[in-house]
């Protein structure tokens, strides 16, 4: 079947920090993943996405690089803000689908 | 636009209340689905709605009830719910049943709350 495995959280930063997310995944044929966040009080937003074995996913500094060697789509940032703190689902979606298969979600806190 | 829209943003209702959650996107997405998120969990799919047929039900309880009367809205009316189903209800729409790579767009949530 399909899963997504991401690091347990929180995850605790100081501002301007570097930020690493771990996401690895379990998937049949070629899958499209996503980066979500979700913050305080409100739904899920589209971070970024890749489609492809080696597509670099990016917005609003964040990126992640889909690597099919690895099962990996990790999340990082060269500079976090407080701003930034909030709940990040890592997701996939199978070839030929359209549901998402999410993971736990990892909680950033990011202290000024 | 870019948005899906739901309303409202916050629901206290009793066991044996009859309410609706509403969601409207005008992005021409054809896919639209329904999600239920406990805290600190991620979303679960209940219903999706392609071509503004239910193509899903994820083995919901009858006391949750989908209906999607046009491409736009898609609704969810709730009878007599327990206390364990107060959580954050999302909505959510997408191109197409097909088109998986581009992502989901979701509402802000209603957040539920059964006394």
């Known amino acids: 079947g399909n899963s997504v495995t991401q690091m347990e959280g929180p995850v605790t930063l100081s501002e301007e920090a570097f930020l690493t997310i771990n996401c690895t995944y379990t998937?049949?044929?070629?899958?499209?993943l996503f980066w979500y966040v979700q913050y305080p009080g409100e739904g899920l937003q589209l971070l970024l996405k890749?489609?492809?074995?080696?597509d670099k996913g990016s917005n609003k500094g964040f990126e992640a690089t889909y690597r099919k060697e690895t099962t990996s789509f990790h999340l990082e940032k060269g500079s976090v803000q407080v701003s930034d703190s909030a709940v990040y689902f890592c997701?996939?979606?199978?070839?030929?689908?359209?549901?998402?298969?999410f993971g736990r979600g990892t909680s950033l806190i990011v202290h000024p | 636009d870019t948005e899906v829209t739901q309303t409202p943003k916050h629901l206290v209702m009793g066991m044996t209340n009859k309410k609706s959650l509403k969601c409207e996107q005008h992005?021409?997405?054809?896919?639209m689905y329904w999600y239920k998120q406990k805290a600190k969990k991620p979303p679960e799919l209940m219903f999706v709605?392609?071509?503004?047929?239910?193509?899903i039900n994820e083995s919901v309880p009858s006391r949750f009830s989908p209906e999607c009367p046009n491409s736009s809205l898609l609704n969810l009316h709730l009878h007599a719910l327990q206390p364990e189903d107060s959580a954050l209800y999302l909505c959510?729409?997408?191109?197409?049943?097909?088109?998986?790579?581009?992502?989901?767009?979701f509402g802000s949530g209603t957040r539920l709350t059964v006394v």
């Open positions: 709605y392609s071509y503004e047929k239910l193509s």
């Open positions: 998937a049949t044929g070629y899958p499209s």
């Open positions: 997701a996939l979606i199978p070839g030929g689908s359209y549901i998402p298969t």
């Open positions: 890749a489609t492809k074995a080696d």
């Open positions: 992005m021409g997405h054809r896919a």
């Open positions: 959510a729409s997408s191109p197409g049943q097909w088109q998986g790579g581009y992502g989901y767009t």
